[in-house]
T-cell receptor, first 116, second 112 residues
Framework: AQKVTQAQTEISVVEKEDVTLDCVYE???????LFWYKQPPSGELVFLIR??????QNEISGRYSWNFQKSTSSFNFTITASQVVDSAVYFC?????????????FGAGTRLFVKA | DGGITQSPKYLFRKEGQNVTLSCEQN?????MYWYRQDPGQGLRLIYY???????QKGDIAEGYSVSREKKESFPLTVTSAQKNPTAFYLC???????????FGPGTRLLVL
């Protein structure tokens, strides 16, 4: 069965600290996609990154980095030198191909508070 | 600018009333989706459409209805059969055959 678990409900850090958001997924498919989205207080989900199941290379984009490990079914997200503007809810998501196209399920989200 | 618009931003529903949430996109995306988000929870899929005049139920379709008469538009009606409609509703779209979804700003529905 398809499942995404974000065990951390809330994380609170002080500005400039590094923080890692955990994501563990379950799937029977060999081809799938993993995502991270950011939901700021305004509510709109902002796409951050997509990874396909065949690409285990870690990625860095500015202060953001992602660690994809198929062996542990994890796709963790690290923010380096956090800033107040990083305060948001972050969602991890898993997408598989089905007969109707792509089916995407979302984790419950991790709320990040970055204090000045 | 290309994007997804949802209106209204806030919507109030009286008991027994049907209300319709608007979702429009000018990204030329084939697929469109409706999600429901409850406080402290992730997103749950209500309905999705891969092509005009076709749509499928998601995980929580009961009490909702949709139409897809135009590629750009995918309105969601919350019917009186939906007993607990208070939630944040998000619309998304994606290109055909592509898995990445892009989201609108959302509509918050409240029951009076």
């Amino acid at each position: 069965a398809q499942k995404v678990t974000q065990a951390q409900t809330e994380i609170s850090v002080v500005e400039k600290e590094d923080v890692t958001l955990d994501c563990v997924y379950e799937t029977r498919d060999t081809t799938y996609y993993l995502f991270w989205y950011k939901q700021p207080p305004s509510g709109e989900l902002v796409f951050l990154i997509r990874r396909n199941s065949f690409d285990e290379q870690n990625e860095i984009s500015g202060r953001y980095s992602w660690n994809f490990q198929k062996s542990t079914s994890s796709f963790n997200f690290t923010i380096t030198a956090s800033q107040v503007v990083d305060s948001a809810v972050y969602f991890c998501a898993l997408s598989e191909v089905n007969t109707g196209g792509f089916k995407t399920i979302f984790g419950a989200g991790t709320r990040l508070f970055v204090k000045a | 600018d290309g994007g997804i618009t949802q209106s209204p931003k806030y919507l109030f529903r009286k008991e027994g009333q049907n209300v319709t949430l608007s979702c429009e996109q000018n990204l030329n995306h084939d697929a469109m989706y409706w999600y429901r988000q409850d406080p402290g929870q992730g997103l749950r899929l209500i309905y999705y459409s891969q092509i005009v005049n076709d749509f499928q139920k998601g995980d929580i379709a009961e009490g909702y209805s949709v139409s897809r008469e135009k590629k750009e538009s995918f309105p969601l009606t919350v019917t009186s059969a939906q007993k607990n409609p208070t939630a944040f509703y998000l619309c998304a779209s994606s290109p055909r055959g592509r898995e990445t979804q892009y989201f609108g700003p959302g509509t918050r529905l409240l029951v009076l």
